[in-house]
């Protein structure tokens, strides 16, 4: 097997979320998190790939940067209207979310603990290349939030994400396993593609903020409660940009 050839494949299995068994959702987020510990456990003992990426610097307070996170759907939204990365994403529940990344790979992605300075997910995935029909894998990402300021003089959200990936296929893990060094970054960074997804939104806000207040207007699948918040947390922002001090 080429060494394009064998890129092609690890990407193609890490480039966005991924595709879960779909399980009820209990409401007590304790027993949530119980419900995936199996599946948590089984990714990080058994998994191909463990990296580290981060810290990444998105110039956004924390309450807005965990409000883009609370709501992929809306940032998937922004980042197609604005034609940065053709991602839909669609919430199943307020923790799962179905995404399609536009280039062959989608799946089902759980929001399984979350806090405003953690989150836990989980999810599973296929995805279908030219070099072979559909390839599988499942992947853990702890994210880590921290309120920084930035050179700026705003508040900024750092970011560190812990990646767990793996592989279904014995064959491809094995090849991944003997090749590490080289292909851990390329892995890893393909695979958190989907969830900078946020941190592009936040670019985005803090470079326009009044533009992209009225991108999100027109999006459709948030409460008057959320969009109340959103408004304020934007107004927030415009007043900040104004004045660095604020």
């Not at 089984?42 to 998105?58: K, N």
């Not at 296929?126 to 300021?149: G, K, N, Q, W």
């Not at 459709?220 to 922002?237: K, V």
């Amino acid at each position: 097997m080429t060494r394009r050839i064998l890129l092609a494949v690890l990407l193609a299995l890490c480039a966005a979320p991924l595709r879960a068994v779909e399980v009820p959702l209990p409401p007590d987020p304790a027993a949530h998190a119980r419900l995936y510990a199996d599946l948590i456990s089984a990714t990080t003992s058994g998994c191909t790939v463990r990296s580290t990426v981060g810290p990444a610097d998105t110039p956004l307070p924390l309450e807005l940067s965990n409000f883009l996170l609370d709501h992929p759907d809306l940032s998937a939204y922004l980042v197609r209207v604005r034609r940065i990365a053709p991602y839909t994403i669609t919430m199943r529940s307020p923790r799962q979310s179905w995404a399609d990344d536009g280039d062959g790979t989608r799946g089902l992605i759980t929001l399984v603990e979350r806090s405003a300075t953690r989150r836990l997910y989980y999810g599973e995935g296929t995805h279908r290349s030219r070099f072979f029909p559909l390839l599988h894998a499942s992947a853990v990402i702890e994210m880590d939030l921290a309120p920084a300021t930035g050179a700026d003089g705003r508040p900024h959200t750092l970011t560190t994400f812990v990646v767990w990936v793996r592989m279904r296929s014995r064959i491809v893990a094995g090849l991944i396993r003997a090749l590490k060094p080289f292909l851990r970054r390329t892995v890893t960074g393909k695979f958190t593609k989907a969830f900078f997804v946020a941190d592009q939104v936040g670019r985005l806000m803090a470079k326009d903020p009044a533009g992209v207040a009225a991108d999100a207007r027109a999006f459709p699948g948030m409460t008057p409660t959320e969009r109340a918040a959103l408004d304020g947390m934007m107004r927030g922002l415009r007043a900040a940009r104004v004045d660095p001090g604020h």
